[in-house]
């Protein structure tokens, strides 16, 4: 039930293409669901999270779709560039005392020129 | 306004031995999470310190234990290292309460 699932595990797309990585989730508990990038040897970075009370959120180039009845939710990338390359994570946690986060398996995408 | 810093960027251990990893948190931050990531998979979480206390712990052996200090500064000490402890340890830090946790750049660790 601590589970999330991610897909897919990788992803090529055209620059100015849309990406979209996929989430689901067990757990109803859960209550917050942050995306975090990441390139090679550095540390997560977060770009962009939900609560369960909006079904979208957009911060510039990146949306998150959010569907709690399927418990799903899913990372979109607008215009993308060589840049986004990299690997996506998906993530979720639960409320005080208990913002431990989950994390998917990753994305790792690809975005050529 | 300095972010989450990790210390030392890299580490090469020998199995058997003991190694300690350092993080400050961002600042204003009091809550410092550690979290382990293997080669290609995602972050695992091994405990939370708030208060200067355990909070949170993952599923993690007595191997791995730590400490904050009332400078909110923490460390991660793991003792007799396997060969399978080699990974990149990621602290993360937060606002008490608040979800939202900033990522250091990690420390890569090599057992031999």
């Known amino acids: 039930q601590q589970q999330v699932k991610q897909s897919p595990q990788s992803l090529i797309v055209q620059k100015g293409g849309i990406p979209i990585i996929n989430c689901a989730y067990e757990?109803?508990?859960?209550?917050?669901f942050p995306w975090y990038q990441q390139f090679p040897g550095k540390g997560p970075a977060l770009l962009i999270a939900?609560?369960?009370?909006?079904s979208e959120k957009k911060e510039g180039r990146f949306t998150i779709s959010f569907n709690k009845s399927a418990k799903q939710f899913s990372l979109h990338i607008m215009d993308s560039q060589p840049g986004d390359s990299a690997t996506y994570f998906c993530a979720a946690s639960m409320g005080f005392g208990n913002e431990k986060l989950t994390f998917g398996t990753g994305t790792r995408l690809t975005i050529i020129p | 306004d300095a972010g989450v810093t990790q210390s030392p960027t890299h580490l090469i251990k020998t199995r058997g031995q003991q190694v300690t990893l350092r993080c400050s948190p961002k600042?204003?931050?009091?809550?410092v999470s550690w979290y382990q990531q293997a080669l290609g998979q995602g972050p695992q979480f091994i405990f939370q310190y708030y208060e200067e206390e355990e909070r949170q712990r993952g599923n993690f052996p007595d191997r791995f234990s730590g400490h904050q200090f009332p400078n909110y500064s923490s460390e991660l000490n793991v003792n007799a290292l396997l060969l399978g402890d080699s990974a990149l340890y990621l602290c993360?830090?937060?606002?008490?309460?608040?979800?939202?946790?900033?990522f250091g750049q990690g420390t890569r660790l090599t057992v031999v």
């Open positions: 993360a830090s937060s606002l008490g309460g608040v979800a939202e946790a900033f």
């Open positions: 757990n109803t508990a859960f209550d917050y």
């Open positions: 600042s204003g931050h009091d809550t």
């Open positions: 939900i609560r369960p009370d909006v």
